[in-house]
T-cell receptor, first 112, second 115 residues
Framework: RKEVEQDPGPFNVPEGATVAFNCTYSNSASQSFFWYRQDCRKEPKLLMSVYSSGNEDGRFTAQLNRASQYISLLIRDSKLSDSATYLCVVSRKNTGRRALTFGSGTRLQVQP | GAGVSQSPSNKVTEKGKDVELRCDPISGHTALYWYRQSLGQGLEFLIYFQGNSAPDKSGLPSDRFSAERTGGSVSTLTIQRTQQEDSAVYLC?????????????FGPGTRLTVL
């Protein structure tokens, strides 16, 4: 079983739709969680960190469920520019060692 | 300010040749990471440098892969006797601070093709 698992998609949604992605992680010692965004043939960029209490940044909301070991990302009012691959990233320990594990990504395609 | 830069942007080589990939991190960033990404796949961790500490090489797939970081700044990833399965995009990232909880800033990558 992969340490971080995501549905690869693609998720095809119309503009204005709300879409949600889930990501599950297997290591209960995981401590830090992130969503990165990667556009086609580009490098990944941090979208948002995920905090225990959940957090929101504009149209984006991230949630963490430690008991069930999953993270979610909700995108409201989807824009064409949201089309990208969303990478779930988990950090096992806050020590600076090789602890960042990336999921394979979920591809989102927003259609006009 | 300048972001993470990598060179070359593309490299085509023949099986069995050695290649060197270069990464210039953001100035002042003490942590430097190498990853590779095969087509349609997630990022695979290769190696991590933090300041003057011994690098974490646990992600290197074989002894044909090595990396060094000189003067705490520029890093070079070397692949000896390249194989076709080494074909991938090699991404470098840097971050401030001593923990992986910090945002990582990625370079544009080097696309390696082994014929």
């Amino acid at each position: 079983r992969k340490e971080v698992e995501q549905d690869p998609g693609p998720f095809n949604v119309p503009e204005g739709a709300t879409v949600a992605f889930n990501c599950t992680y297997s290591n209960s010692a995981s401590q830090s969680f992130f969503w990165y965004r990667q556009d086609c043939r580009k490098e990944p960029k941090l979208l948002m960190s995920v905090y225990s209490s959940g957090n929101e940044d504009g149209r984006f909301t991230a949630q963490l469920n430690r008991a069930s070991q999953y993270i979610s990302l909700l995108i409201r009012d989807s824009k064409l520019s949201d089309s990208a691959t969303y990478l779930c990233v988990v950090s096992r320990k806050n020590t600076g060692r090789r602890a960042l594990t990336f999921g394979s990504g979920t591809r989102l395609q927003v259609q006009p | 300010g300048a972001g993470v830069s990598q060179s070359p942007s593309n490299k085509v080589t023949e099986k069995g040749k050695d290649v060197e990939l270069r990464c210039d991190p953001i100035s002042g960033h003490t942590a430097l990471y190498w990853y590779r990404q095969s087509l349609g796949q997630g990022l695979e961790f290769l190696i991590y440098f933090q300041g003057n500490s011994a690098p974490d090489k646990s992600g290197l797939p074989s002894d044909r892969f090595s990396a060094e970081r000189t003067g705490g700044s520029v890093s070079t990833l070397t692949i000896q006797r390249t194989q076709q399965e080494d074909s991938a995009v090699y991404l470098c990232a840097s971050s401030q601070g001593a923990t992986t909880a910090k945002e990582q800033f990625f370079g544009p990558g080097t696309r390696l093709t082994v014929l």
